[in-house]
């Protein structure tokens, strides 16, 4: 927990609200139609009430029908795969953690093969698959802490094999199906477990809105608990943290979170590993400062990366997870080496 | 009393490390457990703050049932320092003390100004105000426990349990951190049971030591006494006398 100097933080959260801004002005204006920024910009003061959109009605629905819920999704997903992924590091203390750690993305990936699959001809995926994502999701992480988290004896690593175990049943059983289904349905659960947030519509934003939301402000709220975690499970109990209650909301909404937009947008990797970390060389170890800053940075990120997705080898899109690695990881390598340039 | 053990058993799977111990502590006295590696020391240390659970038996602090307790209202009761405490990567020594008072202020709430300043009074003391912005991880052995000790003081509890909170000193830096302790018993009224592993420092700092033996209480009662038992060198198998120097009893191990 590092007090890192606050003005440091303070410069740290100008050019995180300013990358948003940026992501949300990009993800509106970029694309095969260019639109000029300002005309955006004018157009989503507009929704504010503030001025009048100088856009065509044709650029309107642009912007409005077809980018809009793509960027809000990307928001969304970008804020809650970071949250969960800072969560998760607190949680099991470890750096290395991510939100798919208890299994939610082999569960959410047996969910959607089952869904894929099951008409192997039909040329969209049903539309209850992100349904049937949800469940397979959200029902691995309830398993793996059957399993592994509740009783006198459960810890953090007890949890975190019985996450290793049931992601390998889920995905062993994903693999079967996968193996018994026709190429092109292969195809399509290939092109879903690489995430994309092409499908996103008005409906799958207030489809997910609600439980991102309330995860997210819970993960946030959650910071503080977070820190007192960091004394280790004996001390942080002797100053007063109800550690069972504490681990068991954190990992219920980070899960949760995760499940509902995983079962969305697909496996969107990366994100949730590398945006707290990033977080965490620039402004310290306390999760007081790394959760909301990776709501706003992983948001910012997400957004970005897709619109480098869908354009770079437009009219073909790039698997949004090859953007996200491809981006962060030179990104980390770079914090990482300049800190340590300033550390030694 | 301020701390009472009743009967204490402690079982780990189908081995019994504590069998039926049974001691007090006055309220405003220090009382330490020795003996041998394996005695039970640290199980009872850590049943006494609700952290073990107790297979039989019952201890109360302030007359409550410890383990009846949710984690905040023990916190209020007792604090603990551990024989290795975990600190936090990153940790400035300010932090790091100020989650001492996790229990008042809740998560979900920021620290109080009336909690900031206990932290600063407790910093004050222990001489620590210096290093208040420093990482705690990157303090030498000495300071390090002495910013844990802080950090339970700060916690503002009438009763501290500390297991080995020397382990890893020097000579001087040991009787520095437990002469710092004395002051804050004598000044603050408090309670402390304590493990320790250097005899003649236990018999120097107790009101009153409690010998271990394999799980069970050998004896107890007035330092000098225990000290002087042969039954102190039943329970480590080993000789052990006890020599006055400048009038200061010193517990020397003779090899035979």
Known sequence: ????????????????????????????????????????????LSHFGIGHSSLSSFDQTVVWELRGPRMVLGLLAGAMLSVAGGTYQGVFRNPLADPYLLGVAAGAGLGATLALVHDGNAVNAPTWTPLIAFVGASSAVVMTWLIGGRGQRATTATLVLAGVAVASLFTSAQTFLQQQASAQSIARVYIWLLGSLAGASWSSVTLVLPYVAVCIAVCVVAGRALDVLSLGDDEARSVGLSVRRVRLVVIAASSLGTAAIVSVVGLIGFVGIIVPHVIRLLVGTSYRRILPLSVVVGASFLVLADTVARTALAPSELPLGVVTAAIGAPVFVLILSVRRGLTS | MSISVEHLTIRYGSTTVVEDVSFAVPAGSWTTLIGPNGAGKTSIVSAVVGLQRVAEGIVRIEGYDIHELSERTRAGLAAYVPQRPVIPVGSTVADYVTLGRTASHGVLRAPSPTDREIVDGVLERTGLDAFRHREVGSLSGGERQRVVLARTLAQGTRVIVLDEPTAGLDVRHQLDLLDLLRKEVVECQLTVLATLHDLTTASHYADQLVLLSAGRIAMSGNPADVVRSPVLSESYGMSLRVVNVEGQDVVVPLRS
């Open chain 1, 1 to 44: 927990m590092t007090t890192a100097p606050s003005r440091r933080v303070m410069l740290v959260w100008v050019g995180a609200l300013t990358s948003l801004l940026l992501a949300v002005v990009c993800g509106l204006a970029v694309g095969p139609t260019p639109i000029a920024p300002g005309r955006v910009l004018t157009s989503l």
